[in-house]
């Protein structure tokens, strides 16, 4: 091996320390001399307990030094392949000697915390400066050639054992540390812009990519049961049983200590202080990681003319050489496929998927994700499969106990100042997703809720699940209305409330009312602005204020149409079953008068006033000298509902909204993962390297970046949801 070679020196002593120590063995790591493959230095590195301790300032210098010389020693990329052995080791040896466990970590961790500081500090536009070779005069070991591709070898070992070894005791922080590294590695789309192109390189999500199906479904399978098990263990020495061995702490019983520091490294350093408590780490990292690597799409420039097969359910378009298309991702297509574990469908269609298939508890993950839809990752992964898995979306929709889902998102959309718009936005397209079924729409009106606490306006008791949600929506357009006043969510709210009307039963006295007020609280907005453009009109025509007025105004016609047709809707389809919605007609029945000679409304308030001339009629036959009570109202209405025909009425085509996300929504979806990857997991990034989304630069006192407004992309998810009317 030769002369030992020198040691970058960070302390006020001179003296060579010797080549068994911990500090001495990181200088070397990060030095200027290169050490082969095989040397037995790299044991040595691994073996080690490490209980010496940086300061993050030498944490800082021991990375740019590595960054200065790792070009020459391409240590990196030798530390990355001991990893791979290490896990290879570990999977062999599963249940033999804790020892193994112990030198993964340690690789495992070394890895992480250097290969952050280049990917986050890059010196130019290319990501080859992680050097993820080997240089042509390295001794090449027999079990390994010189063509090996690193970034493929490391994460087919990191994926085998994420997907082949359990998650105990053991293992635990193996498995930890393997998906912070892998966020860590996935952490290039940083670097690139939000709309993805051919010159983005991200290597070790390409390497993931190119796994075999088996692998990406057993990994997809690990990262989905480790979110519903949540897998944790106590932090404290005792729970780290693999570490026992030898009178030397291990690396990780000393993660017990909130300020301790990790193998020599600060573990702030990796790990920043803004990430939220949770459940468990394990199962936030595993669906952080698993929603990376489903949504992501490598956009490829074709060579030669390419057969486009991305989009099953359409005819395949021939690709003209040079245009630009998105490659397959074999994770979103093993979750697209997954079936439920206690379920065998017979194929009876033909549409069956080829080859291995992921089997999962369908009952176990609906479970999981009510229990935890308030946080964003969760209805991430909710919206996945509801968007993607036409068995688990059919699953959900047979479920008799669907306020598991409805009342956590209900709850969430209540607490709409508490939330980030883009949450806002999922929510509402999962709702709009369910309320495409029929089935879906009828069986929320027979789940009667006994009582609903977080509702503080008005105490709810025995409402059904339905009027819940039909209050909850008109709720939602009212804050939109005054805060937020986004279209997008507007129309998502009343196309939810359109694929319900005509299946609404028995709606309670209060949605009802909140239904009628929502048409007066828009016509308010109508009539303001038409006041506004009469007046620009006066002044200055052809202003470019008038123009915007005028779009508003058309926007605001729509909104009016749209709830004059959910109240047609319901009085066509569902009359006699909904004498609150009459009542509330009657009872602000001058609410409308100002519309019924308007070109645009009339048709509509033509069936509207068909109903109210059947009802009052009857309520003024019989009037009496006395006080009306509301309840006396009402049930003349019962009665008389038991008497209508319809006769008169105009029959309007039924509408019915769906949702269809784009084919490439990935301009929305990375910059939000990315988002809620590092306010959540706490990894810090460099906020002078992030391209992929705008941030709020930090103040020299701040440690953390703070992710800027996410209006950026408000306007984005519009591009992702298309509403057909059939």
Sequence with gaps: MGAVPSTPRWGSSSAARPLETA???????????????????????LDLPLSLQWP?????????????????????AKLLIHLAWCLQEAISTSGGPSLVYGKAVNAVYISSVFLKYLIENPKSDKIEELYLSLDESELMPTDITRDLNIEDFVMCSVLTFIGSIDVS????????????????????????????????????????????????????RRLLLNYITGPSIPLNSASYSIFSEGSQPGVIQRVSSAAANLMLLPFNFLVSSSGEGSRSLLADCSLHVLLILTHYHKCVVGNEPITDTSNDTTTSNSLLKGSRYFSDNPYCKALEHATDVEFDRVDTEGNAHSGPVLRLPFASLFDTLGMYLSDEAAALLLYSLLQGNADFLEYV???TDLDTLLMPILEALYDAPKRTSNQIYMLLIILLILSQDSSFNASIHKLILPTVPWYKERLLHQTSLGSLMVITLIRTVQYNLSKLRDVYLHTTCLATLANMAPHVHRLSAYASQRLVSLFDMLSRKYNKL???RNNQMTLAKGNSIEDDTSTEMHIYTDFLRLVLEILNAILTYALPRNPEVIYAIMHRQEVFQPFRNH??????LENIYTVLDFFNSRVDAQRTDGEWSVEKVLQVIIINCRSWRGEGMKMFTQLRFTYEQESHPE????????????????????PRAINLFPIDQPSEKQSDYEVASDNHVNGEVAKHAVFLDP
């Design 56 to 76: 993050p300032d030498r944490v800082q210098q021991a990375c740019e030094a590595l960054a200065q010389n790792n070009y020459k020693t391409r240590h990196l």
């Design 23 to 45: 500090e001495y063995l990181i200088g070397t790591f990060v030095g200027d001399e290169s050490f082969p493959l095989s040397s037995d230095y790299w044991q040595k590195l």
């Design 169 to 220: 005791p053991g293992t635990y922080l193996l498995h930890l540390e393997l998906l912070n590294f892998m966020l860590i590695a996935m952490s290039t789309q940083l670097l690139s812009g939000p709309s993805p192109g051919p010159e983005d390189v991200n290597p070790f999500l390409d390497a993931a990519m190119s796994q075999e199906s088996s692998l990406v479904i057993s990994v997809v």
């Design 397 to 399: 929709l047979v479920r």
């Design 530 to 532: 038409a006041e506004v």
């Design 599 to 604: 070109p645009r409304f009339n048709e509509l």
């Design 667 to 686: 301009e929305f979806f990375i910059p939000y993962l990315w988002q809620l990857v590092l306010s959540r997991c706490g990894i810090s990034f460099n």
